[in-house]
């Protein structure tokens, strides 16, 4: 089977994960102190802080910045639902904002401009695909309205610009992002204070480490504000500091990968739409076509099944999931609805060849008539 996503295990992984058993320091350790550092460092931040999920970045990081009841976040609604679940997290109201348009589906400035009420306290932006939204447009935006601007980069790590920018950003390590741990996230945050707030919000609101204590910094400890367990643990933090080393030839392997998928699909798929182009900067997360609008999607998922190919859908609303359409029954996004009723995502992982690029894409022109 040729899997939509595939993480790539080798030795150096192994070897790492085995050191820290071996040294039975298993949690908030040195190797997540490496980690956030050469994450930083990647990312050209002052800090990261690691946490043990993408979703619990964004939680604790709408808390850090103050954001809660009454206060109004603009979302997608083209995300994994985990985006708009953090801003209920904090007992605030996500307000879905409609994309740009078919070829670009990151939400719109005009749509998002349009939303903005006295309520308004921030907007997330997500980098859907890992195509990189227009950060300075946004920086802007969020700086004329006096909003937060808060990144969901859970597809673009190591894209250039993400995270500096913006006052915080999330990161996800899942099994099928672009680098893993298993489970894991890392969030930064450029300002200082902001930054210590999370670190407290991640381990109960506690002002000292384990490790602190354990090398005598410190003998005990305060509990400052109402914090969580959302820890990295070292086994974690050592597979991120193998990953994070081979992340930047990974992102270029993908963007090499999607290139080869836009030349065959243009050639062979003609009818095809692909969003973006081929020159948006891109850390190529996943390869996103739009099917004509006769083509029955669950056909063409069914028939790439049958030619071992595994193919999904990014994203089902967020707004029309059953948790959600109660309260958001009112609204209408005819682009995200309408995208994501074509979209169909195809394989794309560095360990791909351009020979399973071709197996994808001579299939689908088969499932679709084409040929
Ligand atoms: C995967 C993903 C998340 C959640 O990441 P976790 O680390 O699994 O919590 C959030 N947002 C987007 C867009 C994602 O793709």
Redesign the pocket.
Known sequence: MLALADPIIGELEKQAVLEVLDSKWLTMGEKVKIFEQDFAQLHQVPQAIAVN????G?HIGLAALGIGPGDEVLVPSL??V??SNAVLYVGATPVFIDIEGLTTPHIALSEAQKHCTPKTKAVII?HYGGYVMDIPAWRQFADINGLYLIE?V??APGAPGVGRWSDLAAF???SN?NMTTA???MVTARDEAVCQRLRALRTHGMTTTTLDRHKGHAYSYDVTCLGFNYRLDELRAALGIVQLRQLPAWNQRRQELALHYRTLLAQQCPALTIPFTADTPTVGHLMPILLPKEVDRLRVMDGLRAAQIQSSIHYPPAHQFSAYKTQYAAISLPLTEQFSAMELSLPLHPGMTQADVQTVVEALARIINYV
Do not use: N
């Open positions: 999920s993408c979703t619990a964004l995300t994994f985990a985006t997500m969901d859970a597809h996800s390590f899942f992002k489970e894991g996230g």
